[in-house]
């Protein structure tokens, strides 16, 4: 086996893993307030998140992406490309969050609002360097540090939020455990950095390499841009149209699908790098590589849509009262799940090959369909419109995508359709299953029974192999030497 391909296995085995876990604390946590804190002020705390995490892209304009895709190329440059990288950062930094400061005081918002965005600003300047030093470390192929980093984090927010609230401190000291968690893995990752990779931090301004840096990054700032608004917009504009007690509805419906995110994120931060260099050097591989991506993310994707969907109000049961009417925004959500998963595996292959401009079109696209959907809906819908806004314009990305792959691969697209078609039998049969069995048994046992009958059911449709399975546990098993045996 290739050690590139090794590297993706281990890469996606160990990181994925992370994020499991840093997704069920995050989760958990976020049950905990959201019961704790009842619809509006939720609201008010993560539309203070939404609002900052909008501007966040203005302090990195798609420096991350490029730092990994040229590291990822040229190894021995990672030095005076992440210094030049980081003298841009800085003075950026520092114009966003002058600009957070003075839009949220023009827009009127309450004294306890503006709190939470001055928190929210912090971390989101500590998070944009925290994300340019392990931007490094993909390029490096490695993932290691930042999964620790990813766990770390979530349990001082875990940790800090369950003394807030045993205190009763209020929300104020909520958005303070996020920054203290931010402030942990900004010196986390930029130690790593100086320690493991031997990059001295030195922010430097070269002039003619930062022309260079600069114009390849412009399409990511662009669809980092696209992104963020499409991203967060939906809360912002609750928040204005709807109130607080909307976004707060919305957001167990919007914190659900953005947990399940982890799989097709820890997926595609080693699919990224890989894809860059099978395009400089091996375009059968990345045929094939491609094929087995879209695979996993549809084998992953189907079966937690139509099962969320299927026990939607026994999920809505883990809030408090007052959380009622988050079940039909959260099934509209689900919808847009698969399109959500195969959406990063389509982006990834669009960013390596040189086709930013195109992903970046594509999402600019999807931006202005959902701003004026939002528009449209929200006012007479609340919650459930931005809910269709998301389901639709996630279907538009993926169309808008996947016809270009053919233009930068010759793939199989019939064993994919092939596979879709094997995973959406299994999916609806398991849904089936959980939908009659959710009124006689606990939803988590239902879970767990319905997970066993739709693997089950793939092995039976030989969706998967033994092989495939024995590959996976082994990615945990292998040491560096026995890779570079390889």
């Known amino acids: 086996m290739p050690q590139k391909v090794v590297n993706i296995a281990k890469n996606t085995s160990y990181y994925t893993l992370a994020l499991v876990i840093q997704k069920v604390i995050s989760f958990t946590y976020f049950v905990i307030i959201a019961r704790a804190l009842g619809p509006e002020d939720l609201g008010k705390y993560y539309f203070a998140i939404s609002f900052t995490t909008i501007f966040a892209v203005f302090v990195d304009i798609g420096l991350s992406n490029v730092l990994t895709r040229e ?3 040229d190894q021995s440059r990672a030095p005076e490309l992440v210094n030049n990288v980081l003298g841009v950062k800085i003075p950026l930094s520092l114009l966003s969050l002058g600009a957070v400061v003075l839009i949220i005081n023009l827009l009127g918002y309450p004294e306890l609002t503006r709190q939470l965005v001055y928190l929210s600003s912090a971390c989101m300047i500590l998070d944009s360097f925290t994300l340019t030093f392990f931007s490094v470390a993909r390029g490096y192929h490695n ?10 984090f979530q349990l001082i927010v875990l940790g800090a939020g369950l003394i807030t609230l045993r205190l ?9 455990a996020l920054v203290a968690a931010s402030t942990f ?24 390499l930062l022309k260079k840096i600069l114009a390849i990054a412009l399409p990511f700032a662009i669809f980092g841009i696209f992104q963020r608004t499409y991203t967060y917009l939906d809360s912002v504009l609750l928040s204005s149209l709807a109130g607080d007690r909307a976004v707060g509805i ?3 419906a919007f914190k659900i699908i953005f947990a399940l995110q982890f799989l097709p994120m820890a997926f595609s931060a080693s699919l990224y790098p890989a894809f860059a260099n099978y395009w400089a050097n091996n375009r059968r591989q990345l045929a094939i590589t491609f094929e087995r991506a879209m695979n996993y993310l549809l084998i992953i994707s189907l079966p937690i849509t139509i099962g969320i969907i299927a026990v939607a109000d026994k999920v809505a049961l883990l809030f408090k009262s007052g959380y009622e009417d988050s079940v039909l925004p959260l099934r509209i959500n689900m919808l847009a799940l698969v399109f959500v998963f195969l959406n990063f595996g389509v982006g990834a292959i669009l960013n390596a090959c040189d086709r930013q401009k195109a992903n970046t079109f594509n999402m600019g696209v999807a931006v202005v369909v959902s701003i004026v959907m939002n528009l449209l809906l929200i006012p007479r819908l609340a919650a459930v419109g931005a809910s269709i ?8 990305m993926f169309i808008l995508g996947i016809v270009i792959v053919p233009k930068i691969v010759r793939y199989d697209s019939r064993k994919v359709v092939k596979m879709a078609a094997k995973v959406l039998v299994s999916a609806l049969i398991m849904g089936l299953i959980a939908f009659y069995l959710k009124s006689y048994m606990n939803v988590f046992l239902v879970v767990g029974l319905a997970g066993i009958v739709y693997f089950a059911l793939l092995y039976f449709f030989r969706a998967f192999t033994r092989n495939d399975i024995l590959s996976i546990i082994d990615s945990f098993r292998r040491k560096p030497a026995e890779e570079a045996l390889e």
Do not use: C, H, M
């Open 71 to 73: 590291i990822a190329k």
């Open 389 to 396: 806004t998301v389901a639709a314009t996630n279907l538009l």
């Open 143 to 152: 993932l290691s540090f930042e999964s620790i980093a990813s766990v770390v």
């Open 185 to 208: 893995n900004f010196f986390y990752s930029g130690v790593i950095l100086e320690k493991k990779w031997r990059v001295k931090i030195r922010p430097r301004l070269d002039r003619e």
């Open 168 to 176: 009763g401190y209020g929300i104020r000291p909520l958005a303070a």
């Open 250 to 252: 919305y957001q167990v």
